[in-house]
């Protein structure tokens, strides 16, 4: 596969789009002001120390003072013994004789400031990698409890002799489970680099400075993102690609002379028409080549793919059709997978199929695609009602989730009650007032879809019910108002 890499920058918004023979398979999008600060590492100042609270405040120079809990103060553990597993089983020193007012203090955001409250930190530093996160206060090596059990002492014994005497714990991630010696012993050494300059800007610079700051979108793009199938990389701000071109030669080499700096005059995401395919994937049908299509559909508990021949009748017979058609779907779905980046339990419902050995095809061809995602899933076999259940590592928010809200009118649930569905809930609702008050009138205020039925279609019924209820009733058109949303006021 043929892959590049566009990135389209801007002040406010940073864009990376991954296409692969010419088609977008993978976007990412980071925001300036909705860029979080967790994983930045500061050298703090104690504020303040709660005995009370087994607590402290800490000045990061931030606008709110920071909060370190005492179970969150590293301190040196037993050789061999995984930090998570010996804060658990020694006695907790007391906070007031770990730390004091005035110390100067190096500190890691562990979980952003919400509203009133500051961000939480910890004492224990660790910076991630591509497959590995460095602990560089412990020597633990250990490896992710979701790997298999039975290749947990194998990858541990390959990690000690390729982290060698130098010092510093590593945790092995889940997608470095199949890495090369090479690329697990290239992320050791960029680790250990970041580890070096943080130390060294701990000498450096005053208190309550920033000392790290988690790599933004950009650098993740080089650590994590590029390949051996990566022909280029092109950004169209000369001033972002200085600045990745310095971060690639002291960290990643290889990856430097892949860099491109696009000055064409066509914005660079009209190369590949990426932001007509940004729009598809945001809505629910996604049509194939065929004439067939697919629905989606994103629930808070899961994502469903509904498979449709629509207009495709190609094939020299109905079992035919319907075979290409699946095939065709498998390789879409795995794309809009990566593309919308749906995570969690995913149901995809293929046209049923007679034939065992197209199944099996089909099958196999959608696990063949899915094996490209750098993500992590885990497919299953067809079950007693044809569908096939999935699921796909939740790395980041998905692009719906990303890009948009829920709508006002809808209210997110997709559909909106029609007209006369809400002209006789009003109705309703008079009827139901007029027993419990006495005004001198009603006043439907409604959009003016509605307001233009209860005039036309069933002006008889509202006038049966003024007579009924014995109050006149009048009508006020507002069109800022949903067509779901209405107010009766008692006059």
Not at 34 to 44: A, F, I, P, T
Not at 141 to 167: H, M, N, Y
Not at 439 to 457: C, Y
Request: proline share 4%.
């Amino acid at each position: 596969m043929q892959e590049d890499i566009l990135i389209n920058w801007s002040p406010q918004e940073t864009r990376v789009a991954i296409v692969e023979n010419g088609a977008l398979q993978e976007l990412h999008v980071e925001r300036t002001l909705e860029r979080g600060l967790v994983g930045n590492v500061y050298l703090g100042k104690v504020a303040r120390v709660l005995p009370g609270m087994q607590s402290a405040f800490i000045d990061i120079g931030l606008e709110r003072a920071a909060f370190l809990h005492v179970a969150d103060v590293w301190h040196r553990q037993p050789d061999g013994e995984p930090p998570s597993i010996a804060r658990n089983t020694q006695p907790q020193i007391p906070i007031e004789k770990q730390v004091f007012e005035g110390q100067s203090l190096m500190v890691q955001v562990i979980k952003d400031p919400i509203g009133t409250k500051g961000a939480r930190l910890s004492t224990q530093i660790s910076i991630a990698g591509r497959m590995l996160v460095f602990l560089p206060q412990d020597d633990h090596v250990g490896v992710s409890q979701k790997i298999p059990a039975q290749q947990r002492d194998e990858l541990r014994s390959r990690l000690q002799t390729l982290a060698g005497p130098q010092g510093g714990g590593f945790i092995l991630r889940t997608n470095g489970e199949d890495a090369s010696d090479a690329s697990l012993a290239e992320d050791i050494g960029y680790l250990r680099k970041a580890w070096a300059r943080i130390k060294e800007a701990s000498l450096r610079l005053p208190v309550m400075s920033l000392l790290h700051q988690d790599l933004n979108l950009l650098q993740r793009v080089l650590r994590d993102l590029v390949g051996e199938g990566t022909q280029s990389i092109r950004v169209d701000s000369r001033e972002q690609h200085e600045a990745l071109h310095t971060f690639a030669l002291e960290f990643m080499p290889a990856t430097a002379a892949k860099l491109q700096h696009y000055k064409g005059e066509r914005p660079i995401f009209d190369l590949y028409s990426i932001d007509e395919e940004i729009a598809k994937a945001l809505g629910r049908r996604v049509e194939l080549k065929s004439g067939g299509y697919l629905i989606v559909d994103q629930t808070e508990a899961l994502t469903t793919f509904d498979v449709n021949t629509g207009g495709y009748v190609g094939a020299r017979n109905f079992d035919d059709t319907i075979f290409k058609t699946n095939l065709e779907a498998s390789q879409a779905i795995a794309r809009q997978l990566r593309l919308r980046n749906l995570g969690g339990i995913i149901i995809v419902d293929f046209i049923d199929m007679v034939r065992e050995d197209h199944r099996d095809s089909v099958l196999a061809e959608f696990k063949k695609q899915l094996a490209r995602d750098r993500v992590k899933t885990m497919a299953g076999s067809f079950s007693q009602l044809g569908l096939v259940e999935m699921t796909r590592k939740r790395t980041r928010e998905s692009l719906a989730h990303m890009l948009c809200e829920p709508c006002p009118v809808c209210e997110g649930k997709g559909i909106a009650k029609t007209a006369r569905s809400v002209a006789y809930d009003i109705l309703r609702e008079i009827l139901r007032e007029a027993r419990q008050f006495n005004p001198r009138e009603f006043r439907v205020v409604a959009s003016p879809q509605v307001i233009e039925l209860l005039l036309d279609e069933e002006s008889q019924h509202l006038a049966g019910l003024s007579e009924f209820i014995g109050k006149p009733v009048s009508l006020q058109s507002e069109a800022a108002m949903g067509q779901e949303q209405y107010d009766i006021v008692l006059l």
